[in-house]
C-alpha cells in the first residue's frame, strides 16, 4: 500500500468514527502518519475533556483505523 493509499484509507476510518464522535459534540482530525505505522491524530472538542478519550481512542478510533489499514501499529492523540 503507497503512503497515499494508507493515508486515504486512514481518513476513511475517521470518516467512519467521526459521527459518533461529534453525536458527543467531538471531532478528529489526522496530523501525521509516521514511518506507514504510527497514526497521530488530535481529538477535538467534547473529547479533549471527556474522561474516557482513553478507550474511545483505543477501543473506538484504532480498532477502526487498523481494520481500514491493518499495518498501523500504534494510534496517539496529540494535544496542541
Known amino acids: 500500500m503507497t503512503t ?3 493515508t486515504e484509507n486512514v481518513s476513511k476510518a475517521l470518516d ?3 459521527p459518533f464522535l461529534k453525536s458527543d459534540g467531538g471531532d478528529i482530525t489526522l496530523i501525521s502518519i509516521e514511518d ?3 497514526v ?3 481529538l477535538e472538542g467534547a473529547c479533549t475533556s471527556c474522561s474516557v ?3 474511545t ?3 473506538g478510533v ?3 483505523i487498523k481494520k481500514f489499514a ?3 501499529e500504534t494510534v496517539v492523540n496529540v494535544m496542541k
Open 53 to 55: 478519550n482513553q478507550m
Open 16 to 18: 467512519e468514527i467521526r
Open 36 to 38: 506507514d505505522k504510527h
Open 40 to 42: 497521530k491524530v488530535r
Open 57 to 59: 481512542l483505543r477501543a
Open 62 to 64: 484504532e480498532t477502526t
Open 70 to 72: 491493518p499495518q498501523i
Open 4 to 6: 497515499a493509499e494508507l
